[in-house]
Protein backbone atom coordinates (compact mmCIF):
# COMPACT_ATOMS: atom_id res chain seq x y z
CA UNK A 1 0.00 0.00 0.00
CA UNK A 2 1.73 3.54 -0.93
CA UNK A 3 1.78 6.45 1.04
CA UNK A 4 -1.05 8.23 -0.89
CA UNK A 5 -3.76 5.57 -0.28
CA UNK A 6 -2.65 5.18 3.46
CA UNK A 7 -3.09 8.88 4.05
CA UNK A 8 -6.41 8.59 2.18
CA UNK A 9 -7.69 5.98 4.46
CA UNK A 10 -6.39 8.11 7.53
CA UNK A 11 -8.76 10.69 6.37
CA UNK A 12 -11.45 8.72 6.37
CA UNK A 13 -11.06 7.40 9.88
CA UNK A 14 -12.98 10.80 10.82
CA UNK A 15 -12.92 11.89 14.72
CA UNK A 16 -16.05 11.85 16.66
CA UNK A 17 -16.33 14.39 18.87
CA UNK A 18 -19.75 14.64 19.54
CA UNK A 19 -22.88 12.34 19.38
CA UNK A 20 -23.39 12.29 15.46
CA UNK A 21 -21.07 15.00 15.27
CA UNK A 22 -17.51 14.24 13.61
CA UNK A 23 -14.58 16.19 12.76
CA UNK A 24 -12.52 15.27 9.39
CA UNK A 25 -8.97 16.79 7.83
CA UNK A 26 -7.32 17.29 4.78
CA UNK A 27 -4.29 16.64 3.30
CA UNK A 28 -1.01 18.65 4.72
CA UNK A 29 -0.55 19.62 0.66
CA UNK A 30 -2.50 23.21 0.67
CA UNK A 31 -4.04 23.23 -2.71
CA UNK A 32 -6.14 25.75 -3.64
CA UNK A 33 -9.48 23.64 -1.95
CA UNK A 34 -10.63 20.46 -0.72
CA UNK A 35 -10.82 17.74 -3.15
CA UNK A 36 -14.66 16.97 -3.74
CA UNK A 37 -14.39 13.27 -3.24
CA UNK A 38 -12.40 13.79 -0.32
CA UNK A 39 -15.65 15.56 1.42
CA UNK A 40 -18.21 13.00 -0.30
CA UNK A 41 -16.16 10.05 1.20
CA UNK A 42 -15.66 11.94 4.54
CA UNK A 43 -19.38 12.95 4.73
CA UNK A 44 -20.55 9.00 4.15
CA UNK A 45 -18.40 7.41 6.33
CA UNK A 46 -20.15 9.89 9.08
CA UNK A 47 -23.72 9.22 8.12
CA UNK A 48 -22.57 5.51 8.46
CA UNK A 49 -21.37 5.69 11.61
CA UNK A 50 -24.85 6.38 13.11
CA UNK A 51 -26.82 3.41 11.11
CA UNK A 52 -27.16 -0.03 11.92
CA UNK A 53 -24.37 -2.66 10.38
CA UNK A 54 -27.39 -4.41 8.63
CA UNK A 55 -28.13 -1.30 5.92
CA UNK A 56 -26.41 -0.65 3.49
CA UNK A 57 -26.03 2.56 1.87
CA UNK A 58 -27.65 2.74 -1.80
CA UNK A 59 -27.88 6.35 -2.81
CA UNK A 60 -26.57 9.63 -2.13
CA UNK A 61 -27.56 13.35 -3.11
CA UNK A 62 -25.21 16.00 -2.28
CA UNK A 63 -24.35 20.26 -3.16
CA UNK A 64 -20.84 21.66 -3.19
CA UNK A 65 -21.89 24.68 -1.46
CA UNK A 66 -18.79 26.93 -1.01
CA UNK A 67 -15.02 25.97 -1.86
CA UNK A 68 -13.16 23.43 1.13
CA UNK A 69 -10.44 25.03 2.96
CA UNK A 70 -8.01 22.18 3.61
CA UNK A 71 -5.91 24.38 6.16
CA UNK A 72 -8.69 23.79 8.64
CA UNK A 73 -10.46 20.76 9.82
CA UNK A 74 -13.92 19.96 8.69
CA UNK A 75 -16.81 19.37 10.98
CA UNK A 76 -19.64 16.92 9.77
CA UNK A 77 -22.96 16.95 11.80
CA UNK A 78 -24.98 14.28 11.10
CA UNK A 79 -29.36 14.26 11.39
CA UNK A 80 -31.05 11.36 11.81
CA UNK A 81 -33.93 11.76 9.75
CA UNK A 82 -35.40 8.58 9.84
CA UNK A 83 -34.83 5.30 10.91
CA UNK A 84 -37.59 3.13 9.31
CA UNK A 85 -38.02 -0.92 9.18
CA UNK A 86 -36.45 -0.69 5.89
CA UNK A 87 -34.96 2.05 5.13
CA UNK A 88 -33.16 4.63 6.99
CA UNK A 89 -32.09 8.66 5.96
CA UNK A 90 -29.49 10.71 7.39
CA UNK A 91 -28.40 14.12 6.46
CA UNK A 92 -25.19 15.43 6.54
CA UNK A 93 -23.77 19.20 6.85
CA UNK A 94 -20.13 20.02 6.07
CA UNK A 95 -19.13 22.88 8.11
CA UNK A 96 -15.82 25.05 7.93
CA UNK A 97 -15.36 28.49 9.64
CA UNK A 98 -19.16 28.39 10.46
CA UNK A 99 -20.89 27.89 7.10
CA UNK A 100 -21.95 25.27 5.35
CA UNK A 101 -19.88 23.87 2.46
CA UNK A 102 -21.04 21.02 1.47
CA UNK A 103 -24.49 18.97 2.30
CA UNK A 104 -25.52 15.31 1.38
CA UNK A 105 -28.75 13.41 1.75
CA UNK A 106 -28.04 9.22 2.04
CA UNK A 107 -30.15 6.62 2.42
CA UNK A 108 -29.38 3.19 3.57
CA UNK A 109 -31.37 0.03 3.16
CA UNK A 110 -31.79 -3.36 4.69
CA UNK A 111 -31.01 -6.28 2.35
CA UNK A 112 -34.04 -7.69 0.20
CA UNK A 113 -35.21 -9.91 -2.71
CA UNK A 114 -37.01 -8.16 -5.32
CA UNK A 115 -37.13 -8.04 -9.40
CA UNK A 116 -33.69 -8.20 -11.07
CA UNK A 117 -32.48 -6.82 -14.66
CA UNK A 118 -29.48 -4.90 -15.94
CA UNK A 119 -29.82 -3.26 -19.38
CA UNK A 120 -26.66 -1.55 -19.35
CA UNK A 121 -23.87 -3.14 -20.78
CA UNK A 122 -20.37 -2.73 -20.27
CA UNK A 123 -18.58 -1.39 -22.87
CA UNK A 124 -15.69 -3.20 -24.59
CA UNK A 125 -12.51 -1.99 -24.04
CA UNK A 126 -8.81 -3.34 -23.46
CA UNK A 127 -8.42 -5.01 -20.68
CA UNK A 128 -6.70 -2.55 -17.51
CA UNK A 129 -3.02 -4.49 -17.97
CA UNK A 130 -2.68 -3.57 -21.72
CA UNK A 131 -2.60 0.64 -20.98
CA UNK A 132 -0.60 2.90 -19.35
CA UNK A 133 -0.95 3.69 -15.99
CA UNK A 134 -2.28 7.93 -15.78
CA UNK A 135 0.60 8.93 -14.29
CA UNK A 136 3.16 7.38 -17.55
CA UNK A 137 0.34 8.92 -19.96
CA UNK A 138 0.72 11.89 -19.09
CA UNK A 139 4.74 11.94 -18.23
CA UNK A 140 5.25 10.71 -22.13
CA UNK A 141 2.46 14.19 -23.10
CA UNK A 142 4.63 16.54 -21.06
CA UNK A 143 7.58 15.09 -20.56
CA UNK A 144 9.93 16.75 -17.71
CA UNK A 145 8.46 20.37 -17.57
CA UNK A 146 8.07 21.94 -13.61
CA UNK A 147 5.26 22.09 -12.44
CA UNK A 148 4.28 18.53 -14.43
CA UNK A 149 7.00 16.71 -13.07
CA UNK A 150 6.63 17.08 -9.57
CA UNK A 151 3.09 16.47 -9.72
CA UNK A 152 3.43 13.29 -11.57
CA UNK A 153 6.01 11.81 -9.65
CA UNK A 154 3.80 11.88 -6.60
CA UNK A 155 1.95 8.48 -5.34
CA UNK A 156 -1.36 8.31 -6.07
CA UNK A 157 -4.27 6.40 -4.05
CA UNK A 158 -6.03 5.15 -7.29
CA UNK A 159 -4.43 3.74 -10.05
CA UNK A 160 -6.61 4.59 -13.36
CA UNK A 161 -5.91 3.41 -17.08
CA UNK A 162 -8.14 5.69 -19.89
CA UNK A 163 -8.95 3.70 -22.77
CA UNK A 164 -10.08 6.83 -24.41
CA UNK A 165 -8.09 10.26 -24.69
CA UNK A 166 -7.08 12.35 -22.23
CA UNK A 167 -8.21 15.77 -22.33
CA UNK A 168 -4.81 17.24 -22.64
CA UNK A 169 -3.90 14.90 -25.63
CA UNK A 170 -7.28 16.30 -26.93
CA UNK A 171 -6.05 20.25 -26.70
CA UNK A 172 -4.15 20.16 -29.61
CA UNK A 173 -5.81 17.84 -31.95
CA UNK A 174 -9.75 17.96 -32.28
CA UNK A 175 -10.12 14.64 -33.88
CA UNK A 176 -9.70 13.37 -30.47
CA UNK A 177 -12.52 15.07 -28.26
CA UNK A 178 -15.64 13.48 -28.10
CA UNK A 179 -18.06 12.88 -25.12
CA UNK A 180 -17.30 9.70 -23.46
CA UNK A 181 -15.04 8.74 -21.20
CA UNK A 182 -13.74 5.41 -20.08
CA UNK A 183 -11.24 4.74 -17.01
CA UNK A 184 -10.33 1.26 -15.85
CA UNK A 185 -9.45 2.41 -11.87
CA UNK A 186 -8.46 0.47 -8.65
CA UNK A 187 -6.86 0.45 -4.90
CA UNK A 188 -3.85 -0.99 -5.63
CA UNK A 189 -3.89 -2.91 -1.92
CA UNK A 190 -5.42 -5.38 -0.17
CA UNK A 191 -8.30 -3.71 1.42
CA UNK A 192 -10.32 -4.85 4.33
CA UNK A 193 -14.09 -7.24 3.96
CA UNK A 194 -15.72 -3.70 5.26
CA UNK A 195 -18.67 -2.75 2.36
CA UNK A 196 -18.81 0.29 3.75
CA UNK A 197 -15.33 1.14 2.96
CA UNK A 198 -15.44 -0.33 -0.44
CA UNK A 199 -18.52 2.22 -1.47
CA UNK A 200 -17.18 4.94 0.41
CA UNK A 201 -13.72 4.84 -2.12
CA UNK A 202 -15.97 3.95 -4.43
CA UNK A 203 -17.41 7.70 -3.90
CA UNK A 204 -13.81 8.96 -3.46
CA UNK A 205 -12.67 8.19 -6.60
CA UNK A 206 -15.94 9.12 -8.61
CA UNK A 207 -15.29 12.72 -8.80
CA UNK A 208 -11.54 12.59 -10.72
CA UNK A 209 -12.74 12.26 -14.06
CA UNK A 210 -16.22 13.14 -14.55
CA UNK A 211 -15.57 16.81 -14.84
CA UNK A 212 -13.12 15.97 -17.79
CA UNK A 213 -16.19 14.45 -19.94
CA UNK A 214 -17.49 17.75 -20.07
CA UNK A 215 -13.73 19.14 -21.12
CA UNK A 216 -12.86 16.30 -23.24
CA UNK A 217 -15.89 17.21 -25.61
CA UNK A 218 -14.79 21.04 -25.75
CA UNK A 219 -10.83 20.08 -26.01
CA UNK A 220 -10.16 22.19 -22.60
CA UNK A 221 -8.18 20.59 -19.83
CA UNK A 222 -7.35 21.50 -16.33
CA UNK A 223 -3.85 23.32 -16.20
CA UNK A 224 -3.20 23.66 -20.04
CA UNK A 225 -5.94 26.16 -20.66
CA UNK A 226 -7.83 28.77 -19.60
CA UNK A 227 -10.30 26.91 -17.52
CA UNK A 228 -12.50 27.33 -14.00
CA UNK A 229 -14.84 24.94 -12.64
CA UNK A 230 -15.64 23.23 -9.84
CA UNK A 231 -18.70 20.36 -8.75
CA UNK A 232 -21.83 21.78 -7.87
CA UNK A 233 -24.13 18.81 -7.23
CA UNK A 234 -23.44 14.92 -7.28
CA UNK A 235 -26.01 12.01 -7.01
CA UNK A 236 -24.90 8.24 -6.76
CA UNK A 237 -26.95 5.04 -6.44
CA UNK A 238 -24.98 2.24 -5.16
CA UNK A 239 -26.90 -1.40 -6.81
CA UNK A 240 -24.72 -3.97 -5.92
CA UNK A 241 -21.73 -4.57 -4.10
CA UNK A 242 -18.36 -4.03 -5.41
CA UNK A 243 -14.59 -4.21 -4.32
CA UNK A 244 -12.61 -1.05 -5.56
CA UNK A 245 -9.14 -2.93 -4.35
CA UNK A 246 -10.16 -5.04 -7.89
CA UNK A 247 -10.48 -3.24 -11.40
CA UNK A 248 -13.54 -0.99 -12.14
CA UNK A 249 -14.89 -0.11 -15.50
CA UNK A 250 -16.12 3.43 -15.09
CA UNK A 251 -18.05 4.51 -17.96
CA UNK A 252 -18.52 8.10 -18.51
CA UNK A 253 -20.29 10.22 -20.95
CA UNK A 254 -21.72 14.27 -20.88
CA UNK A 255 -24.71 14.50 -22.63
CA UNK A 256 -24.75 18.23 -22.56
CA UNK A 257 -23.23 21.40 -21.44
CA UNK A 258 -24.26 24.89 -21.72
CA UNK A 259 -24.64 28.29 -19.46
CA UNK A 260 -21.12 27.98 -17.52
CA UNK A 261 -22.78 24.20 -16.45
CA UNK A 262 -21.79 21.08 -17.82
CA UNK A 263 -23.74 17.19 -17.09
CA UNK A 264 -21.44 14.15 -16.78
CA UNK A 265 -23.23 10.59 -15.89
CA UNK A 266 -21.05 7.87 -15.21
CA UNK A 267 -21.84 4.05 -14.23
CA UNK A 268 -19.07 1.54 -12.80
CA UNK A 269 -18.81 -1.67 -13.96
CA UNK A 270 -17.23 -4.95 -12.13
CA UNK A 271 -14.65 -7.05 -14.25
CA UNK A 272 -17.43 -9.03 -14.97
CA UNK A 273 -19.96 -6.53 -16.34
CA UNK A 274 -22.32 -6.28 -13.53
CA UNK A 275 -23.52 -2.58 -13.05
CA UNK A 276 -22.54 -1.72 -9.52
CA UNK A 277 -22.49 2.12 -9.51
CA UNK A 278 -25.04 4.87 -11.15
CA UNK A 279 -22.93 8.77 -11.10
CA UNK A 280 -24.41 11.96 -12.03
CA UNK A 281 -22.69 15.28 -11.49
CA UNK A 282 -23.65 18.74 -12.56
CA UNK A 283 -20.28 20.71 -12.71
CA UNK A 284 -19.28 24.81 -13.25
CA UNK A 285 -17.26 25.40 -16.48
CA UNK A 286 -16.08 29.00 -16.90
CA UNK A 287 -13.49 29.60 -19.96
CA UNK A 288 -11.88 32.80 -19.73
CA UNK A 289 -10.69 35.36 -22.67
CA UNK A 290 -7.00 34.29 -23.13
Given at each position: ???A?????D??D?E??ER??????S??E???R?F?????A?????????V????A???L??YF??????A??????????????????????A???????F???A?????????????????H??A??T??P?????????????????????????????AT???????????L????T?????YDA??P??????V???????????V??V???????????N???????H???????????D??M??????????A????????????G?????????????????
Open positions: MNELKEVLLLLQIDIFRGRPERIQVGGQVAQALVAAGRTPSDRVHSHAIRPGDPVPIVYNVERVRDGRSFTTRRVVIQHGKAITMSSFHIAEEGVSHQASVMPVPPELQFQDRMRDLVGDVQPWRDWLSRPRPVDARYPLTWEAVGDPSRGSERVWFRDLDDPLLHVLAAYASDYTLDTLLAHGLAWGASVIGASLDAMWFHRPLRVDWVYAQESPWSGDRGLARGQMFTPSELAVSVVQECMIRVSNP
